[in-house]
C-alpha cells in the first residue's frame, strides 16, 4: 500500500511514535517521533525489514505479534525491545491491521508505540524499595543499604552511589556501591571537598548533570579533585537531625536531566535508607542492653560467653594464650548486713570502676553474678597474667571506700584463674577457675589461685 501523504502528515504531528509495515515485514513510513527516537532519517528506515532495525533476539520475541497482526487482529503488548544499535526500552505497543474494505486482505499494519522505560524502571525501584524495607528482619542493614544504592545506580545510569555520615565537616563514607572502583566504606574527606557540602547547605535535593557548567560545581574542590560531572545528593535526616547524605554520581556527562520522577524516587531510596539506619541503632541499643550490666555498666555473663566463644574460635588462627579469672569480693554478705544493701551497691560499683581501671582495653571484665567477676585476659603467659591479678587484688585492697561518718571501708577479692587450653568450652574454663577460686577461699581470701590445668600448661 501506498502510504497516503494525509497519514504521514497526521502521523509526524503527533508526539506518540507511529509507524506503517507492509505485509512483508517492511518499514513503509515512520513518523518524525519514531525516527527521534531511533535517531535514524526516514531514507535510512524506509523498505527496511523490522529483522534491520530490531535486534535478533527481540525480534524472535515480537514476530509471534507480527503474524497475528498480519492474520486481522488488533495486537498488545508491553515488552522490553533492543534495537540493532544496542540500546534497550521498554516499549508499550499497539498494532493494528490495516484491511482492504473488499476483499479483506491484510495489506499491513500500523505500529503505535510508547516508550514507558522510564515508568518501567521507575516501578522496579518501587518494587525493589518495597521489598528491601519490608525484609528488614532477615537481611542485615548493611546488605539493604548496598541493594538501594545499587538500585539508585541503576535507575539513574550513575558510577557511584555512596551514603555518607557527616560530622562537622568530616564526611565519612558508610555505604558505598559502584559497579567498577568503588570508594571504600571508611573513607573520610573533608565535606568542603564534596558536593553533599552544597547538599547540607541547600537542605534539600540539589543535581547537577554537566557540573563543569553549571554553578556552583564548576570550580568546586569536588569538581577539582574528582571531576564528578553528574550528581545527586539528598540529606538525610535522623530524629530530625541531619545525618548525612546519599548521593549518586559519574564522571560522565548526563545525556538528559533528572526529572521530577528520578528525583521522588531517589527521595523514597533516601527515606527507605533513613528508616533501615534508625531500626539498625535501635537493634544496637538493644543489643547494648542486652549486654550490660545495670548496677555496674560493665558487660554481663551474657556477653561473656558470647566473647568466650569468639576467642576460642580466634585461638584456632592466632594459637594466642589465654587466661580466665574469676574475681569474688570477700565477706561481702557481711557488708551488707552490716553497712546496708545501698552501700553494698556502692562497693560493687566501685569495685568494678577499680578493676575496670587496671586492665587493657583488649581483656574482657564482666560482673556474672552478685559479687563475682570474671576477666579474660589475652595475649599473655601465665607470668604476665598473674602480675596483673596481683596488681588487680591489691589494687581492690588498697581502694578505700568513704562511709557518711568520715570512716572508710575497703574490701579484698579472691581470685581463681585457668589458663584455657585450645578450644576449651566455656563450661570447663569456668570449671577450673571456679575450683581454684575455692581453693583461694578455703585458703584465706584475698589470693589467688591457678586451676591445676594451668600449672601445668605453664611448665
Ligand atoms: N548489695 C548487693 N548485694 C548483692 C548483690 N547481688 C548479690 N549480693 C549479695 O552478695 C552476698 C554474697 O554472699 P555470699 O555468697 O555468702 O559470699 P560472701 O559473703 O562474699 O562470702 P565469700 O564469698 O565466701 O567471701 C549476698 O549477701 C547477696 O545478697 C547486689 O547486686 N547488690
Given at each position: 500500500?501506498?502510504?497516503?501523504?494525509?497519514?504521514?502528515?497526521?502521523?509526524?504531528?503527533?508526539?506518540?511514535?507511529?509507524?506503517?509495515?507492509?505485509?512483508?515485514?517492511?518499514?513503509?513510513?515512520?513518523?518524525?517521533?519514531?525516527?527521534?527516537?531511533?535517531?535514524?532519517?526516514?531514507?535510512?528506515?524506509?523498505?527496511?525489514?523490522?529483522?534491520?532495525?530490531?535486534?535478533?533476539?527481540?525480534?524472535?520475541?515480537?514476530?509471534?505479534?507480527?503474524?497475528?497482526?498480519?492474520?486481522?487482529?488488533?495486537?498488545?503488548?508491553?515488552?522490553?525491545?533492543?534495537?540493532?544499535?544496542?540500546?534497550?526500552?521498554?516499549?508499550?505497543?499497539?498494532?493494528?491491521?490495516?484491511?482492504?474494505?473488499?476483499?479483506?486482505?491484510?495489506?499491513?499494519?500500523?505500529?503505535?508505540?510508547?516508550?514507558?522505560?522510564?515508568?518501567?524502571?521507575?516501578?522496579?525501584?518501587?518494587?525493589?524499595?518495597?521489598?528491601?524495607?519490608?525484609?528488614?528482619?532477615?537481611?542485615?542493614?548493611?546488605?539493604?543499604?548496598?541493594?538501594?544504592?545499587?538500585?539508585?545506580?541503576?535507575?539513574?545510569?550513575?558510577?557511584?552511589?555512596i551514603?555518607s555520615q557527616v560530622e562537622d565537616t568530616l564526611y565519612t563514607?558508610?555505604?558505598?556501591?559502584?559497579?567498577?572502583?568503588?570508594?571504600?566504606?571508611?573513607?573520610r574527606f573533608d565535606l568542603g571537598d564534596t558536593y553533599c557540602s552544597i547538599t547540607l547547605e541547600a537542605e534539600n535535593v540539589v543535581a547537577t548533570?554537566?557540573a563543569?557548567?553549571?554553578k556552583p560545581y564548576a570550580g568546586h574542590p569536588c569538581y577539582q579533585q574528582f571531576?564528578l560531572?553528574?550528581y545527586?545528593g539528598l540529606p538525610i535526616?535522623?530524629?530530625?537531625?541531619v545525618?548525612g547524605t546519599?548521593n549518586?554520581s559519574?564522571?560522565?556527562?548526563?545525556?538528559?536531566?533528572?526529572?521530577?520522577?528520578?528525583?521522588?524516587?531517589?527521595?523514597?531510596?533516601?527515606?527507605?535508607?533513613?528508616?533501615?539506619?534508625?531500626?539498625?541503632?535501635?537493634?544496637?541499643?538493644?543489643?547494648?542492653?542486652?549486654?550490660?550490666?545495670?548496677?555496674?555498666?560493665?558487660?554481663?555473663?551474657?556477653?561473656?560467653?558470647?566473647?568466650?566463644?569468639?576467642?576460642?574460635?580466634?585461638?584456632?588462627?592466632?594459637?594466642?594464650?589465654?587466661?580466665?579469672?574469676?574475681?569474688?569480693?570477700?565477706?561481702?554478705?557481711?557488708?551488707?548486713?552490716?553497712?546496708?544493701?545501698?552501700?553494698?551497691?556502692?562497693?560493687?560499683?566501685?569495685?568494678?570502676?577499680?578493676?575496670?581501671?587496671?586492665?587493657?582495653?583488649?581483656?574482657?571484665?564482666?560482673?556474672?553474678?552478685?559479687?563475682?567477676?570474671?576477666?579474660?585476659?589475652?595475649?599473655?603467659?601465665?607470668?604476665?597474667?598473674?602480675?596483673?591479678?596481683?596488681?588487680?587484688?591489691?589494687?581492690?585492697?588498697?581502694?578505700?571506700?568513704?562511709?557518711?561518718?568520715?570512716?572508710?571501708?575497703?574490701?579484698?577479692?579472691?581470685?581463681?584463674?585457668?589458663?584455657?587450653?585450645?578450644?576449651?568450652?566455656?563450661?570447663?574454663?569456668?570449671?577450673?577457675?571456679?575450683?581454684?577460686?575455692?581453693?583461694?577461699?578455703?585458703?584465706?581470701?584475698?589470693?589467688?589461685?591457678?586451676?591445676?590445668?594451668?600449672?601445668?600448661?605453664?611448665?
Open positions: 500500500m501506498k502510504v497516503d501523504r494525509a497519514f504521514k502528515k497526521l502521523a509526524d504531528s503527533l508526539p506518540l511514535m507511529m509507524a506503517y509495515v507492509d505485509n512483508q515485514g517492511r518499514y513503509q513510513h515512520v513518523n518524525q517521533a519514531y525516527r527521534n527516537f531511533i535517531g535514524l532519517e526516514l531514507h535510512q528506515v524506509k523498505g527496511k525489514f523490522i529483522s534491520e532495525i530490531i535486534g535478533a533476539e527481540s525480534y524472535q520475541q515480537i514476530t509471534l505479534y507480527h503474524q497475528r497482526v498480519l492474520a486481522g487482529d488488533e495486537v498488545s503488548f508491553t515488552d522490553k525491545v533492543t534495537f540493532v544499535d544496542g540500546r534497550s526500552f521498554q516499549l508499550d505497543v499497539k498494532y493494528v491491521p490495516n484491511i482492504e474494505n473488499k476483499t479483506g486482505r491484510v495489506n499491513g499494519f500500523f505500529a503505535i508505540i510508547n516508550d514507558v522505560t522510564e515508568y518501567a524502571s521507575a516501578a522496579e525501584v518501587l518494587r525493589a524499595v518495597h521489598d528491601v524495607v519490608n525484609r528488614q528482619t532477615q537481611t542485615l542493614s548493611t546488605d539493604r543499604i548496598n541493594e538501594l544504592l545499587r538500585l539508585g545506580c541503576h535507575y539513574l545510569n550513575t558510577q557511584y552511589g551514603v563514607v558508610k555505604f558505598s556501591y559502584a559497579d567498577h572502583d568503588p570508594v571504600p566504606p571508611g573513607s548533570t554537566h563543569s557548567k553549571s571531576q560531572q553528574t545527586l535526616t535522623i530524629n530530625g537531625t545525618w546519599v549518586f559519574s564522571p560522565q556527562v548526563r545525556s538528559h536531566p533528572f526529572s521530577e520522577l528520578d528525583i521522588e524516587l531517589m527521595g523514597l531510596i533516601c527515606s527507605a535508607i533513613e528508616t533501615i539506619l534508625i531500626n539498625s541503632s535501635k537493634t544496637k541499643r538493644l543489643e547494648k542492653l542486652a549486654y550490660t550490666d545495670f548496677l555496674t555498666g560493665l558487660s554481663n555473663r551474657l556477653y561473656l560467653t558470647e566473647r568466650f566463644n569468639e576467642l576460642t574460635l580466634q585461638r584456632h588462627t592466632n594459637s594466642k594464650s589465654c587466661c580466665f579469672a574469676l574475681i569474688d569480693i570477700d565477706h561481702f554478705k557481711t557488708i551488707n548486713d552490716t553497712f546496708g544493701h545501698d552501700i553494698g551497691d556502692k562497693m560493687l560499683q566501685q569495685t568494678a570502676l577499680k578493676i575496670a581501671g587496671l586492665i587493657r582495653t583488649t581483656d574482657t571484665l564482666t560482673r556474672i553474678g552478685g559479687e563475682e567477676f570474671a576477666l579474660i585476659i589475652t595475649g599473655l603467659n601465665q607470668a604476665q597474667a598473674d602480675s596483673v591479678l596481683e596488681k588487680i587484688r591489691r589494687g581492690v585492697e588498697n581502694n578505700k571506700f568513704q562511709l557518711a561518718d568520715g570512716s572508710s571501708l575497703a574490701v579484698t577479692v579472691s581470685i581463681g584463674a585457668t589458663l584455657i587450653s585450645d578450644a576449651e568450652p566455656f563450661k570447663s574454663a569456668y570449671k577450673q577457675a571456679d575450683l581454684a577460686l575455692y581453693k583461694s577461699k578455703r585458703g584465706g581470701r584475698n589470693r589467688t589461685t591457678w586451676s591445676q590445668q594451668s600449672l601445668t600448661m605453664a611448665q
